[in-house]
């Protein structure tokens, strides 16, 4: 069975902070891809980042950076220099189901951020 | 583009009516999904679909059904509104290729009573 488990329920931060948010996933596939996505007060989902379980690459994108760790099932989020924009639910997604049953994600509950000013 | 679109964005029934939430998308993708997300729980999938004329259940299938006649449209039947159907719902698309990205339409906030 395959789960994905984002223990933080809600975060607040305070605008320049740097904020993490944990996501720890399970599953018996040796290839599979992790996803995280944003969910901003509008209520639309937006895609952020793929990777797959054999690139363990750190990734940064502008104040947004990845941290993948095959060694402790984890898939963690950094934001540097959190803005108020970046206030939101965020969720991370695993997708270990081979292609005939599609693409199937299984999403964790989300973690809510805040950023105060 | 488009992308996707789902239709109508809000909708309040009584319980035991039956409605359709319409979903369209304009990118040619064969993998067609609905989600239901509801608080502390995520997202959860109702049905999905690999190309037109094949469907399946996801992990939360009762009370709902899909067909898949077209690549485009993907329409979500709730057959006899339940409390439990109070939810928010994505359409979502991709191409069939395994760790393909979702797109997500906007959603429809449903409300039961």
């Known amino acids: 069975a395959q789960k994905v488990t984002q223990a933080q329920t809600e975060i607040s931060v305070v605008e320049k902070e740097d904020v993490t948010l944990d996501c720890v996933y399970e599953?018996?596939?040796?290839?599979?891809?992790l996803f995280w996505y944003k969910q901003p007060p509008s209520g639309e989902l937006v895609f952020l980042i793929r990777?797959?379980?054999?690139?363990?690459q750190n990734e940064i994108s502008g104040r947004y950076s990845w941290n993948f760790q095959k060694s402790t099932s984890s898939f963690n989020f950094t934001i540097t220099a959190s803005q108020v924009v970046d206030s939101a639910v965020y969720f991370c997604?695993?997708?270990?189901?081979?292609?005939?049953?599609?693409?199937?994600?299984?999403f964790g509950a989300g973690t809510i951020l805040r950023v105060k000013s | 583009n488009a992308g996707v679109t789902q239709t109508p964005k809000f909708q309040v029934l009584k319980t035991g009516q039956s409605m359709t939430l319409q979903c369209a998308q304009d990118?040619?993708?064969?993998?067609m999904s609905w989600y239901r997300q509801d608080p502390g729980m995520g997202l959860r999938l109702i049905h999905y679909?690999?190309?037109?004329?094949?469907?399946d259940q996801g992990e939360v299938p009762n009370g709902y059904n899909v067909s898949r006649s077209t690549t485009e449209d993907f329409p979500l039947r709730l057959l006899s509104a339940a409390p439990s159907q109070t939810s928010v719902y994505f359409c979502?698309?991709?191409?069939?290729?395994?760790?393909?990205?979702?797109?997500f339409g906007n959603g429809t906030r449903l409300t039961v009573t």
């Open positions: 997604a695993l997708s270990g189901t081979p292609m005939e049953y599609g693409n199937k994600l299984v």
């Open positions: 599953t018996r596939d040796t290839t599979y891809y």
């Open positions: 979502a698309s991709s191409w069939t290729g395994f760790g393909s990205p979702l797109h």
């Open positions: 990777r797959n379980s054999f690139d363990e």
């Open positions: 679909s690999v190309g037109a004329g094949i469907t």
């Open positions: 990118m040619n993708h064969e993998y």
